[in-house]
């Protein structure tokens, strides 16, 4: 039984996400399986790196599977090419060593949220942007940026009113880039709540439009309180960038 590395892009315009459900085969993970299992004729589980949501892009998801099969692993990439739709991409395939887990394994992730920041329509990258035509204070979100950074309890910019588990993260990189009439919110960070990045975008796009000041961001962190921070930015915006492993 062999333990693999995959690497996938996707673009989440039609998929309702990463994670299986029961009642909808419009999935990353169940269209990945399902391909898996019909190619190696064997039950395959796929566990991913993190869960993006419906409309989420990714442009490095990495996950991992253990197969029994005779087939090298560029031949197996290369089957696995031929019946994934042309929305989604297998990038690499690699075995990966015994105790190797896509998610477990992690150390960190890297998100970018693009905001088109213009009156002039992008009418063929609007899946991928979230369109904002008035002005911002670019300055002032970085500002802001800079205040969130660092580890912190993020309870108030996750959409799960209640969890078991701990909303401490660090966020070690929110970098506010202007790139012509593109802004660009890079995010890295050890790991991310549910709605976490999209939450914070919402809040710092208020800040950009003078409707909250950089210095409400400490008091925001400290509330825990959800109703305090920004909307949630849409989705078609977001895209898991990249995943570090140790």
């Known amino acids: 039984m062999t333990n693999y590395m995959l690497t996938l892009c996707y673009d989440g315009t039609r998929w309702r996400g990463w ?10 993970q169940g269209k990945l399986e399902a391909a898996l299992s019909r190619l190696l004729s064997q039950e395959i ?3 991913g790196c993190g869960r993006t949501d ?4 990714a442009r490095g998801q990495v996950c991992s599977f253990r197969a029994e099969t005779a087939m090298s692993s560029a ?3 290369a089957a696995l090419r ?3 739709p042309e929305d989604i991409g297998a990038l690499s395939l690699e075995p990966a060593p015994p105790r ?12 970018v949220y693009r905001i088109w920041n213009s009156e002039t329509p992008n009418v063929f990258e609007r899946r991928y942007l979230w ?6 204070d670019a300055e002032a979100m970085k500002k802001a940026a800079a205040l969130l950074c660092g580890r912190h309890d993020f309870a108030a910019f996750c959409s799960l009113k209640r969890s078991k588990k701990s909303t401490v993260r660090e966020l070690r990189r929110l970098e506010i880039l202007r790139e012509g009439e593109e802004l660009r919110l890079v995010f890295e960070g050890d790991g991310f709540l549910y709605n976490m990045v999209r939450i914070l975008t919402g809040t710092l796009l208020e800040v950009g ?8 961001m400490p008091l925001i962190l400290a509330s825990g309180d959800r109703a305090k921070a920004g909307p949630t930015a849409p989705a078609q915006g977001l895209t898991l960038w990249s995943v570090s492993y140790e």
Do not use: M
């Open 75 to 77: 031949e197996l990439l």
């Open 19 to 28: 994670q299986k459900q029961g009642n909808t085969d419009k999935t990353i």
């Open 45 to 47: 589980e796929v566990a």
């Open 100 to 111: 190797f887990h896509a998610r477990l394994s992690c150390t960190g992730k890297t998100y």
């Open 54 to 57: 419906a409309g989420v892009h």
């Open 209 to 216: 439009r003078g409707e909250r000041s950089p210095e409400d």
């Open 82 to 84: 031929e019946v994934l």
């Open 131 to 136: 369109a904002v035509p008035q002005p911002l």
